[in-house]
């Protein structure tokens, strides 16, 4: 018997949005569940890696284009045997549809996740899930802040998550009772 396809999550939002621990939460409330975070299939690339800076370098903005169609080959393989499949990345509402190309048929969850500055500074400065000082990322949050208003990615038909003050399970639930068009 075949799987009804499992639906994809994109979880977009400045680092410390939470991308990563709500995209963990979201799929451990699914008996099959995949995580494709982008930053963990960049650093794959064992040499010559091009890391994101504000000015978007030429490697760099190719090095992210190769991981997030990676992504969405891999989204579709597990969506279609019956996975629910979260890709993390700090992504506009443009970059979605070069990968969604690959998603024609199946169920696609973009979402926001929208922090408070300060909200965003504090769970960079306090988490533990990167292998590298985290203080590196502080500039990024702020150039990327107010590049990503959260009111370009509602007109794109992206659903926007406020968690800045909801607790992980919350921010879950929130997204689990969004409503997307059939």
């Not at 190769?66 to 970059?95: N, S």
């Not at 929208?114 to 590196?136: G, I, P």
């Amino acid at each position: 018997m075949t799987p009804s396809p499992g639906p994809i999550w994109v979880l977009s939002g400045s680092p410390g949005a939470g991308k990563t621990s709500v995209s963990q939460a979201l799929l451990a409330r699914s008996a099959l569940g995949l995580h494709l975070p982008i930053d963990d299939l960049r650093e794959l690339v064992v040499s010559g890696l091009a890391h994101p800076s504000l000015d978007h370098p030429p490697e760099a903005v190719r090095q992210f284009a190769l991981a997030r169609t990676a992504a969405a080959h891999h989204a579709r393989l597990y969506a279609e045997a019956g996975f629910t499949v979260a890709v993390d990345d700090v992504l506009w509402p443009a970059d979605l549809a070069p990968m969604s190309a690959h998603w024609a048929g199946l169920d696609v969850h973009p979402v926001r996740l929208l922090t408070t500055l300060e909200v965003a500074h504090h769970r960079n400065r306090t988490r533990t899930n990167k292998t590298y000082d985290t203080a590196r990322l502080a500039p990024l949050i702020d150039g990327l802040y107010p590049q990503m208003p959260p009111e370009l990615y509602a007109e794109a038909g992206w659903a926007v998550v406020d968690s800045s003050h909801l607790t992980l399970d919350d921010t879950v639930d929130a997204l689990l009772t969004l409503e997307w068009p059939q």
